[in-house]
Nanobody, 113 residues
């Protein structure tokens, strides 16, 4: 059974930081490309960042230079370090195992102005 469990969300003031984690089970994690998405209220889900199985990283323009994606294959975990947060970063953050097409349930991030 494939499971992706996000954690680490919360309420933070603009300019602050949060560290999101996603623990995967039921997949060959080290071979999976992993992504983070987010969805603001009333908006479509948008792609945030991706890390390939080999460690290559891509970021959305809106988070480039502020967010860092990383992975720990020994712990089946992908992390999104978010710095210099802005109010527009508010939303539910989801992780996704690309090759498996599975999503986690998400973790809420709220950034107060």
């Amino acid at each position: 059974q494939v499971q992706l469990a996000e954690s680490g969300g919360g309420l933070v003031q603009a300019g602050g930081s949060l560290r999101l984690s996603c623990v995967a089970s039921g997949i060959a994690f080290s071979f999976a490309d992993m992504e983070w998405y987010r969805q603001a209220p009333g908006m479509q889900r948008e792609w945030v960042a991706r890390i390939s199985s080999s460690g290559f990283k891509n970021y959305a323009d809106s988070v480039q230079g502020r967010f860092t994606i990383s992975r720990d294959n020994g712990k089946n975990t992908v992390v999104l370090q978010m710095n210099s947060l802005k109010a527009e970063d508010t939303g539910v953050y989801y992780c996704r195992a690309v090759q498996y097409g599975y999503w986690g349930r998400g973790t809420q991030v709220t950034v107060s102005p």
